[in-house]
């Protein structure tokens, strides 16, 4: 279950504030992953089908409603072309020593 994260994503979460106009105010982070482009109907963890643009190796948990885009990024605010997370996932290899990480976009 090695992973090897050979590719650079930035990260918007929102910290749950939101500016006078209902904007939600992010913290940006750009992270290692492993990001690969594949189109799929899933079904997320509510049994609800969507489509995804890409799943996403990380080496942490990133809630629903967290905004990737491949690569470096300064902006503040996830900017267009940016995919929100959709579905995160784990799996644990047998021995329960390591754990495989994805999010869905």
């Not at 482009?37 to 409603?65: H, I, M, Q, Y």
């Not at 491949?70 to 799996?91: C, F, I, L, N, R």
Request: overall charge negative.
């Amino acid at each position: 279950m090695r992973t090897f994260h050979i590719d650079k994503a930035t990260v918007w979460t929102s910290d749950g504030n939101y500016d006078a106009y209902g904007n939600p105010y992010y913290s940006r982070e750009v992270i290692d992953c492993r990001w690969e482009e594949d189109r799929r109907t899933r079904l997320n963890n509510d049994g609800e089908a969507f489509t995804s643009s890409a799943t996403v190796f990380v080496d942490k948990e990133f809630p629903r409603g967290a905004w990737f885009k491949k690569g470096e990024h300064t902006e503040t605010e996830p900017p267009s072309g940016s995919y929100e997370v959709k579905d995160y996932a784990e799996t644990k290899n047998l021995r329960g020593t390591k754990t495989e990480r994805h999010v869905i976009l």
